[in-house]
């Protein structure tokens, strides 16, 4: 499966803003910031991905679908379960 991202390019700052309430507390428990950005990104960037190949491939999924109902799985006959 290819990479999401390139985890080799370099680093880039960017400003954000956050509730001042969170972010107090999660600098109280000494939470690095940008790692745990980077990886809720590197999540949803995933979540985004799986839902586009879903929706891209929507049309194969149901003909496929489809095709099991009317005629079974391949090697359904040699399942012992």
């Known amino acids: 499966m290819a ?9 880039k700052a960017t400003n954000l803003s956050v509730n001042s309430d969170l972010l107090k507390k999660t600098r109280a428990l000494n939470i690095n910031l940008s790692a745990t950005l980077e990886r809720a990104l590197k999540e949803e960037l995933a979540k985004r991905k799986a839902d586009q190949w879903v929706e891209e491939n929507r049309t194969a999924i149901k003909s496929y679908n489809e095709f099991v109902e009317q005629h079974g799985c391949f090697g359904d006959e040699f399942r012992e379960f």
């Open 3 to 11: 990479d999401l991202y390139n985890t080799a390019a370099p680093k």
